[in-house]
Structures are given as structure tokens and as C-alpha cells.
């Protein structure tokens, strides 16, 4: 496929991102998600219709605006809805990035995540334009995570498996939800395999927000509510896998306001 004949869908975007990877971001949240998250804060990013279409050059022009803002440790993040739905379209807006010095994050929950050797072929290309992978685990056991998200989560592990091997960077995230993702042996759990890993350089608690049952609210979608975790939940899911040995930080709730 030509790069003239790949368009993507995406749904909206950060000019000053401050916490999708290292220094100021510009992001691209893209159309699209097949899981269905309890918890999800942004639900209006599950359909893969809307959203604006566009070239990945039409893409990397309107963030390539913004590179003044970048300086030596930013670059551009491309998140979702779930980036890897459209991987031929992030391929290639990376590779442009590539050719222009720019430094490339994917925000991913790994769901479309494939060991066939059609998709590996395709994710081997994309990884080579990758500096750094925002990856989310949402829950390391596999039937509860059948139960958060509709979607085993075996094959997700099996891509960070395969990020570590191929050297890819990354940083780990766990969204913090009272009663769902922040039972005591799940997270040591969590920590036993990202210790497995070889290229985790962050990880990541970011505690939960309703902000994802008010939109479910707007587009008439039934979102339970949890409990939003305080300091203490948060400081107790940190001290578990900060045994790690890497910087464990409490990142923001996952508000997406800023958008345009």
C-alpha cells in the first residue's frame, strides 16, 4: 500500500501534551477501539467511523507546526481509541517523523497485538520508526481482564515480551481503579512480569476518574462509577512496584480536556 492511499481516522488532538512521553508532545488520538473497558475515559473514541480523515503527511504537517515546542526532548505521540487498529497509517506517519529527527511514542493497550507472521511483518516496520511505547496494562490476570475489557489478555503480554526482545523502550501504565485493578496480589503479580522485562524505563500509576461515565452519560451509554482512589490507594500501588528498582510515578488522571 502507498503511503498516497493510506488515510487514517483521528478523532483529536493535544497541541502541548505534558505527560504522553518525555517533554512537550504534540498527540494524535486516533479513531477506533475494540475493547470496552468499565472504566474507559473516552468512550466516544470506540466507534471507527468520524473523526477527520487524513494522510499521514497531512498528519505530520499539522504537528510538524508545533516542533518549536518540542526542543531536544520532545517529539510527537500517537494515541487512540487504540493506535494499532491503524497500523499501516501510524507506520507511516512515524517513518515521515523518522526522516525529519523527530522523537516517536505509541500510547497502546497492545489489543490487536498478532504472533502471525502477516501482522509481525507489518509490526516490525512500525517498530523500526518507534522510539518509545506507552504501554497499558490494564489487568495482569487474564480472566479479570476478560471481565474489564471483553478481551483476553495473552496476546498483549506476548507484545511486551516481544518489545523487550527487540529492544523497543518502554514505559508501563496501570490505570488505578478501587475494587477492579488494585487488589494487592495483582499488582505483585504485575510487578513479577514487567521485572521480566528488559527495556521498561518508567512505569506508571494513574489513578481513575469519572470523567469516562460523564461522556458514556452524553452518548446515552451506561458507565458504572467507581470510586476515585485518594493519595494513600495510589501511594500503596506505587510502593508495591516501586520494588521494581525503576521511577514508579503516580501519573495524572487520564483527562483527555485539552483536546482540539
Not at 458514556?216 to 451506561?222: D, G, K, P, Q, Y
Request: proline residues 4%; charged residues 25%.
Amino acid at each position: 500500500m502507498t503511503e498516497c492511499n493510506i488515510k487514517g481516522r483521528v478523532h483529536s488532538f493535544e497541541t502541548f501534551g505534558l505527560v504522553d512521553g518525555p517533554g512537550v508532545r504534540y498527540v494524535a488520538f486516533l479513531q477506533g477501539c475494540n475493547m470496552r473497558c468499565k472504566y474507559c475515559h473516552n468512550p466516544e473514541t470506540w466507534t471507527h467511523k468520524g473523526g477527520d480523515e487524513m494522510t499521514p503527511q497531512e498528519l505530520f504537517n499539522k504537528m510538524w507546526r508545533y516542533k518549536g515546542y518540542w526542543g531536544k526532548n520532545g517529539g510527537i505521540t500517537i494515541s487512540g481509541g487504540e493506535p494499532l487498529l491503524q497500523i499501516d497509517f501510524v507506520t507511516e506517519v512515524f517513518r515521515i517523523a523518522k526522516e525529519h529527527n523527530v522523537h516517536t511514542a505509541l500510547d497502546t493497550s497492545g489489543q490487536p497485538f498478532s504472533a502471525s507472521p502477516e501482522y509481525l511483518e507489518k509490526f516490525d516496520r512500525l517498530i523500526q520508526y518507534t522510539a518509545l511505547v506507552l504501554l497499558d496494562l490494564k489487568e495482569i490476570d487474564d480472566a479479570k481482564h476478560k471481565s474489564l475489557t471483553g478481551f483476553t489478555n495473552s496476546n498483549i503480554l506476548e507484545m511486551a515480551r516481544y518489545l523487550s526482545d527487540h529492544n523497543i523502550k518502554m514505559w508501563i501504565r496501570h490505570v488505578l481503579v478501587p475494587g477492579l485493578t488494585d487488589d494487592d496480589e495483582g499488582l505483585k503479580e504485575l510487578n513479577s512480569f514487567i521485572k521480566s522485562l528488559k527495556t521498561v524505563d518508567r512505569v506508571e500509576v494513574l489513578p481513575y476518574h469519572t470523567l469516562g461515565a460523564e461522556k458514556s452519560a452524553e452518548l446515552n451509554r451506561v458507565q458504572r462509577q467507581f470510586p476515585v482512589p485518594d493519595a494513600a490507594a495510589c501511594e500503596t500501588a506505587e510502593q508495591t512496584l516501586r520494588m521494581l528498582g525503576l521511577p514508579v510515578t503516580s501519573g495524572r488522571a487520564q483527562k483527555k480536556e485539552d483536546k482540539k
